[in-house]
């Protein structure tokens, strides 16, 4: 089957973390011998700071025009997104950029059989669109906030309505999602769960003491790692260090609130305990994963929230939100704990309840080897078969 990986969040030279979930998923599809695949991922000429687009896309602008991710052929043509329009316009203006790109695929002699879009609303929209033009099928894979914030607006809503009726296959990445597109009215038959799964050799657990060691770690330490901003939840933990004496909490991230962070940990007199390391390189992650005493997600809302399996494969409980998909993967003791509320007294009493208990991390790892990519990549390649009419 050849397909195209279409979607705005994919990672690029100038930002490689960028949509990396939907890059390892493609990865593992690919490898498994049975797709053959093409990534276009559209970059703005213009970038606009809107919650509905990720702040990190600005960076897109320093993206090569043409490149590859683990052997796959990536293009980031560029689309036309003027200031101050609002998100209205952006699947029309989404799918004449990536139009060209797609046409002249097909000229180099990659004539495909399905667009395999990522992320509701712009993309999953303007890959309908483009759908229709090439008369392709369409699948779409919703991945959080597509479905449980933009579909609050009420054109942007009614438009992924309308689509996620009238493509060939849905995907969510946690049953939760899919309850957001059954009460729009679609039925539970045409949505699959195809949960994120983890890289159980990129992260892996590594000795614990040395790790702490080359750190400089020596308290019981708090991991966050996210985008630094408001729905991660990031200022809640450190909120909660004055009730955590002794803690510490190192921050993983960049974003716009870094500034505000630190500020927010001087107030508190907690400075001395938090540290800022900024962007970290993916295979330096499971050093960091494997010396914290916990992962702390605090996040409003997450489709599915891939730090979590990246700390258990390491061997580290984690103390999560009870949002989205977190109590889909957070569902054992030896797992970690979710809180119901997202306040600092709440945060406090979970990282207290966990660290109470003797960890086993390799009843912990044990836990994440249950989301292999292997079962994902399955349900991908029987659903495009079963469209194509080749299952």
């Known amino acids: 089957m050849r397909i195209v990986t279409f979607s705005t969040l994919f990672p690029h030279e100038a930002n490689p973390v960028h949509g990396i979930f939907v890059g390892e998923r493609l990865r593992h599809l690919v490898a498994s011998g049975a797709v053959e695949a093409r990534v276009v991922a559209p970059i703005p000429w213009f970038f606009i700071r809107r919650p509905w687009l990720n702040p990190y896309v600005c960076l897109g602008s320093r993206a090569p025009q043409r490149e590859r991710f683990a052997g796959i052929e990536v293009w980031h043509p560029r689309y036309f997104l003027p200031p101050k329009v609002g998100m209205l316009p952006a699947p029309l203006l989404l799918a004449l950029g990536a139009a060209r790109t797609l046409r002249a695929l ?98 892996a657990p590594v000795d614990r003491e040395s790790a702490r060691a080359r750190l400089g770690w020596r308290e019981p330490t708090l991991l966050s790692v996210g985008f630094l901003i408001e729905r991660k939840g990031h200022d809640r933990i450190v909120r909660a260090l004055p009730e955590l004496p002794g803690v ?97 007294e709440a945060i406090a009493v979970g990282v207290r309840r966990l660290l109470s208990v003797p960890p086993d991390p390799a009843a912990t790892r044990r836990h994440a080897e249950r989301f292999s990519w292997e079962a994902t990549t399955q349900g991908q390649v029987a659903l495009f078969r079963s469209i194509l009419g080749r299952g």
Not at 159 to 186: E, F
């Open 106 to 203: 097909q000229r180099d002699g990659f004539d495909f059989d399905l667009i395999d879009a990522h992320y509701f609303y712009p993309d999953g929209v303007a890959a309908w669109l483009l759908g229709r033009y090439f008369r392709k099928p369409v699948v779409i894979t919703s991945r959080g906030s597509d479905l449980n914030q933009i579909a609050a607006h009420r054109l942007p809503g009614a438009m992924i309505a309308q689509v996620a009726q009238r493509a060939d296959g849905l995907i969510t990445v946690s049953a939760a999602l899919k309850r957001v597109l059954t009460d729009m009215g679609v039925a539970e038959s045409r949505v699959a769960v195809l949960r994120n799964g983890v890289d159980l050799e990129r992260f």
């Open 248 to 344: 510490a909490l190192v921050i993983v991230g960049t974003g716009p609130m870094e500034e505000s962070l630190r500020t927010l940990a001087r107030e508190l007199g907690v400075a001395d305990r938090v540290r800022l390391l900024g962007a970290v390189p993916q295979e330096r992650l499971k050093e960091l994963y494997s010396a914290a005493d916990a992962l702390v997600l605090a996040s409003s809302r997450e489709g599915w929230a891939n730090v979590l399996l990246e700390s258990m494969a390491c061997g580290t409980r984690v103390v999560a939100t009870n949002v989205w998909g977190a109590p889909e993967v957070v569902t054992t003791p030896e797992a970690g704990l979710l809180i119901e509320a997202r306040t600092p």
